[in-house]
């Protein structure tokens, strides 16, 4: 059964094309307050009054249907919203962005040992526009960490596991968490969240890795003696942490902290991918995810949970 519906949305993606008798008509992702995400459709969309564009808060009036297994809203009419109704409609963490920034430079502090590195974390530190927009932007336009703060909390995961694994597989854990602590700072140039989440033109035609690479060596330049094969060995944790060409890294990893850096991001990543999947699906105990096509399969949510043992 079909139920009426008029709510404020922001515009996640849209798409525009015409039927085969030449009705224009729009397909859109719409993300409402709460961060809960539905596509839409609307057929004869030339009435509108306005050119919808991806980012714009609009006030929707439709119709709930159900459409292949998951909810859509056919789309009767649009009106747009002014622009300063934006900030409230992007996915947001469960946490306090200031607060985790905090307690990642703790961490990162009562970590370091090398002077080297922690001179090169300094001048991360006192960098405020870089250090501004790390503490606001999602680690990705979608699939991962994809809300306000989702690199602050991905990268500070990244650099915990870090020292994990380096006290586990004994290498050097400066240099581990300096790749860690780098290996998506160039994010904070490549993502724009002004309206929605998109895609800088620095980002499109340069990407995040060699951003990264751009702003560490600015940092490096301003350190006196800082070591060369310091800034290689960083780098190239940067260059190749995605692990495969094919995957948008330049180089494969060939070190040991590279390898390990590559790993831990990647699992990092898919850990909160699977959980949010089972957040946007709704997916109760013992219940199976709507099939993923990025990952090429359905999830399933066992939710047995450890017990403590007496013994």
Same mark, same amino acid.
């Given at each position: 059964?079909?139920?009426?519906? !008029? ?10 094309? !015409?039927?085969?008798? $030449? ?5 859109? =992702? ?15 969309? +030339? ?20 459409? +292949? ?41 009562? !970590?370091?040992?090398? &002077?080297? /590195?922690?001179?090169? %974390?300094?001048?991360?530190? $006192? ?18 960490? #994809? *809300? ?7 990268? *500070? ?5 870090? =020292?994990?694994?380096? $006290? *586990?597989?004994?290498? $050097? &854990?400066?240099?581990?968490? #300096? ?19 998109? *895609? ?12 990264? /690479? ?16 310091? &800034?290689?060995?960083? +780098? ?32 990092? #990543?898919? =850990?909160?991918? %699977? ?7 709704? /997916?109760? #105990? ?14 399933? +949510? ?10």
């Amino acid at each position: 059964m079909d139920m009426n519906l !008029n709510k404020k949305y922001m515009i996640m993606e849209i798409a525009k094309s !015409n039927t085969k008798d $030449n009705r224009p008509f729009i397909k859109v =992702v719409l993300i409402d307050k709460d961060g809960v995400q539905i596509q839409g459709i609307m057929f004869d969309s +030339n009435k509108l009054k306005f050119d919808p564009q991806k980012g714009d808060v609009v006030d929707v009036s439709g119709t709930i249907q159900s459409y +292949n297994g998951q909810f859509q809203i056919k789309i009767n009419n649009m009106s747009k919203m002014p622009e300063e109704e934006s900030k409230d409609f992007l996915p947001k963490g469960d946490f306090d962005e200031n607060q985790l920034y905090d307690e990642f430079v703790s961490f990162v502090e009562s !970590n370091l040992q090398d &002077r080297f /590195i922690k001179a090169l %974390f300094r001048e991360f530190k $006192n960098d405020q526009d870089v250090t501004t927009k790390f503490k606001k932007m999602p680690a990705a336009k979608n699939v991962h960490h #994809a *809300y306000i703060g989702g690199l602050l909390e991905h990268t *500070y995961s990244v650099v915990r596991l870090a =020292v994990i694994m380096s $006290n *586990y597989y004994k290498v $050097n &854990r400066d240099l581990l968490m #300096a790749g860690a602590i780098f290996h998506d700072i160039g994010k904070v140039y490549e993502l724009d969240i002004s309206k929605g989440f998109d *895609y800088t033109d620095s980002g499109k035609l340069i990407g995040h890795l060699l951003l990264g /690479i751009e702003l560490v060596n600015s940092y490096c330049a301003k350190i006196d003696n800082f070591p060369e094969l310091y &800034r290689h060995v960083i +780098n190239h944790m940067i260059a190749s942490h995605h692990g495969l060409l094919e995957y948008g890294s330049p180089k494969k990893p060939k070190t040991l902290e590279a390898i390990i850096l590559h790993h831990i991001d990647d699992m990092d #990543a898919k =850990v909160n991918t %699977f959980k949010s999947i089972f957040i946007k699906d709704n /997916i109760t #105990a013992g219940g199976w995810s709507n099939y993923d096509r990025l990952l090429e399969r359905q999830l399933f +949510n066992h939710n047995i949970m450890m017990e403590d043992s007496d013994a």
